[in-house]
């Protein structure tokens, strides 16, 4: 049973919000489809859980020895000994074969666009804090996939709403993820890593606003080029959420910055269903 927990912490099975903040963006992307279905909506589900749990594998994997000096990681397996590099291995190996299964689920455009561009993205993402001065930007493009995935799975292609609609979620997922590299920061200098907290130093906050309000503006235009007027209402809560997120960082709580931006993600996934998919229960 405690290896069960060991291998159950390593995927974050007990820490969801990573999870919840990469599904928000692929049910964006299912619910703009025109071919919403039960078997896509299980796919993406599925498809988010195994891919947030193997990147969180890989990255404690690559991080391990990192984590050991990091307040808030060095009771993760790999980082305490309770899980062994070769036990890590196997568990990535089992979560990429069940992935490249469900993978194999969907269709041929959809299977190019994760076999060229997400997976290697997934791959070397833990090492750019090492490497670049804003990491967040790659996971703003990795995490960010799940939305165009998505709508390929339903779809078998991609649009320029779909693409702009990205471009838009890659800076919503920098600026919540900068929160969360300021639980870090101290630490991370110490180690000699990278981050947008450091990066931007005393601007940090100002940044993550401009970050959100391109993110708003991208919801706000989606809306008005579809015309949609419940889109458009619920920018008023994006609009109180980078407040809300702004106040509870200068109180110092970022993680709950950060966590607070799955309400985010879930409010923009109601609204969008209701737009575009409310028909599915007639």
């Known amino acids: 049973m405690t290896k069960l927990n060991a291998y159950l912490e390593l995927i974050r099975f007990y820490n969801p919000i990573g999870f919840w903040l ?14 919403f279905n039960i078997e896509n909506f299980t796919i993406v589900i599925l498809g988010s859980f195994l891919t947030r749990s193997l990147g969180c ?26 899980l062994s590099v070769s ?31 997400a997976i290697p993205l997934i791959i070397i993402y833990p090492l750019m804090k090492r490497y670049l001065a804003i990491p967040q930007i ?26 702009f609609l990205y471009l838009g979620c890659i800076f919503w997922i920098i600026a919540y993820d900068t929160y969360y590299a300021m ?15 450091i990066f931007f130093g005393q601007d940090t906050r100002k940044v993550i606003m401009v970050f959100s309000s391109i993110f708003s ?6 809306a008005y080029q ?44 109601v609204l969008l269903f209701i737009e575009n998919q409310s028909e599915f229960f007639n």
């Open 183 to 197: 639980c870090d920061e101290a630490d991370d200098k110490k180690l000699r890593l990278n981050s947008s907290a």
């Open 217 to 222: 503006l991208t919801i706000l235009l989606y």
């Open 22 to 35: 990469l599904l928000w963006p692929g049910l964006w992307g299912l619910f703009i489809s025109e071919n």
């Open 226 to 269: 579809n015309d949609s007027l419940i889109v458009g209402i619920g920018l008023l809560f994006l609009i109180y959420q980078i407040y809300l997120q702004n106040k509870l960082s200068n109180a110092n709580m970022h993680l709950e910055a950060f966590k607070a931006n799955s309400h985010v993600g879930l409010v923009i996934a």
């Open 138 to 163: 790659s996971l703003g493009i990795t995490f960010g996939l799940s939305l165009p995935i998505s709508y390929s799975i339903a779809e078998q292609s991609l649009n320029l709403e779909v693409i």
């Open 57 to 82: 594998a890989i990255n404690d994997l690559t991080d391990r020895k990192f984590d050991k000096s990091v307040e808030r990681t060095k009771n993760r397996p790999l980082a305490n000994g309770n």
């Open 87 to 117: 036990e890590a291995l196997y568990c990535i190996i089992f979560l990429g074969l069940g992935s490249i299964f469900l993978l194999l689920q969907t269709n041929e455009f959809t299977i190019k666009l994760v076999s060229f561009i």
